[in-house]
């Protein structure tokens, strides 16, 4: 386990490492804010094409073999970033550091189930929470700190020694777990999947590139391309004996609504991770150094409350935390909806902190609670589900915070007396801040009303 989680950690940190390096990316390679889009863009774009199969995968393939293919992936992947002399080296880089997560995240999630009984998931599960949630929202700290004093490349040259000795602790001690099946592969099931989930997750990472957003012709046909293959593809699943994605998962309740929880607060994450970086920086006129130190706290108080969270669920369950949570959220979020230029840093320091301890609240207990209903048969396919729309609902939170963002720079630049006075750029941009707020409100709101359908689910202790 430890050797999954440090690799899952230093794998998740660099999901967002990238963010605050792309203005010296573009400056360095020559290359628009467009082109290094695609940082991020292929990084998720990988995740969400790769995941749905990971359960496949987990039957196809034992448990050492994929740990140690993923981390073989992982330190190639930070090697050919930091060595590269282009933006598309960088870019080969980064893709192949996804496929790495795509395969080592579901890992470790299926090694959880399989080696820890129920009754004490959730500690554990909090524990995992500092890698599914701490690594993102630390990885613009951290890599700001890098930057301002080494350069971009060392994001990737301090991972690979903490790569290595992943690997080779899970040499040493990593044992197979899981039953390899080898189920027979259903190759349209392959394509459509790919098809379909890659064409959505590509369709809502494009819409802040460039112009048009929704209504620009590669946003329509790579969103109604995905939307076909993904109908096609679950409309096979549900036929087949032996299917590549169990979406009978699904059936279960208390696992429906977990996965529920996990999309909205994934939404709300990339949402909250996207926004305040862009409002410290652009309208308040932080470097990112600064802006990464700002938002810190959260970080770290996620860090210390995840597994505190598995503990307390452990022991009364997810009726009584994730209704607080989500009222929580809503407080935060409501509040940020009312920012201006003249907000004061702790005070936006604590709302972050804030946020990011109910989003801890919410999804350790919502995930642990509904996986806890599936039979041992459906892992797999219930963390591939998970993790999938995971992906697809950071696409999802990235492209809707920066639409709404754009739309209210645009409605105050059209208010505004002189629109090429430079000072209204702060302030147009903090206007669209507060529209991203409003919509994570409303997703807030959604999310506690279905907090209050949470039953927990009851398992045999196992000896």
């Given at each position: 386990m430890i050797s999954l989680l440090l690799s899952g950690f230093i794998g998740m940190f660099s999901e967002t490492a990238l963010n605050v390096a792309l203005s010296d990316l573009m400056s360095q390679f020559h290359i628009s804010a467009v082109t290094a889009q695609w940082l991020t863009t292929g990084y998720l774009l990988t995740l969400g094409i790769l995941v749905p199969l990971s359960g496949l995968l987990l039957q196809w393939f034992s448990t050492r073999q994929l740990f140690i293919s993923g981390l073989c992936l992982s330190v190639f992947g930070a090697l050919v970033a930091a060595l590269a002399p282009g933006f598309e080296v960088l870019l080969i880089g980064r893709v192949i550091q996804a496929v790495s997560m795509g395969i080592l995240l579901p890992l470790m999630f299926n090694t959880i189930l399989i080696i820890f009984p129920a009754e004490k998931r959730?500690?554990?599960?909090?524990?995992?929470?500092l890698v599914l949630v701490v690594a993102p929202a630390t990885g613009p700290t951290l890599s700001g700190l890098m930057i301002e004093s080494l350069g971009w490349e060392w994001i990737f040259w301090l991972s690979i020694p903490f790569l290595v000795i992943c690997l080779l602790i899970g040499l040493r001690y990593m044992q197979n777990v899981s039953a390899i099946t080898k189920p027979k592969i259903d190759l349209f099931s392959l394509v459509s999947s790919t098809a379909g989930f890659g064409g959505i997750v590509f369709a809502f990472s494009s819409v802040g590139e460039g112009e048009g957003g929704w209504s620009s012709i590669k946003v329509i046909v790579s969103m109604s391309v995905g939307l076909l293959f993904l109908i096609i593809f679950v409309l096979r699943q549900c036929k087949m004996k032996h299917p590549m994605l169990n979406l009978r998962a699904l059936k279960h309740p208390?696992?429906?609504?977990?996965?529920?929880?996990?999309?909205?607060?994934m939404v709300l994450t990339l949402s909250a991770m996207v926004v305040l970086p862009m409002y410290l920086i652009r309208g308040l006129g932080l470097n990112a150094l600064t802006a990464g130190l700002v938002l810190l706290p959260g970080g770290i108080l996620q860090a210390v409350m995840s597994p505190v969270t598995g503990k307390i669920f452990d022991r009364f369950g997810p009726r009584r935390i994730v209704p607080l949570g989500f009222v929580l959220i809503f407080v935060v979020l409501w509040s940020l909806t009312g920012i201006t230029a003249a907000t004061p840093l702790v005070l936006i320091t604590v709302l972050h902190s804030s946020l990011m301890l109910g989003i801890c609240l919410v999804w350790l207990p919502s995930q642990t609670n509904g996986l806890n209903q599936l039979p041992p048969e459906l892992y797999p396919h219930g963390n591939a589900i998970m993790n999938t729309l995971q992906q697809i609902a950071g696409a999802i939170g990235t492209a809707i915070a920066i639409s709404l963002m754009t739309a209210g720079?645009?409605?105050?630049m059209e208010r505004a007396a002189d629109p090429s006075d430079p000072a209204n750029g702060p302030l147009a941009l903090i206007e669209g801040t507060q529209n991203s707020f409003i919509f994570a409100s409303v997703m807030a709101t959604v999310g506690l009303f279905l907090a209050f359908f949470l039953k927990r689910v009851h398992v045999e202790k196992q000896q």
């Open positions: 959730g500690g554990v599960i909090g524990i995992l929470g208390m696992f429906a609504i977990g996965t529920l929880m996990l999309f909205i607060c720079i645009h409605r105050f």
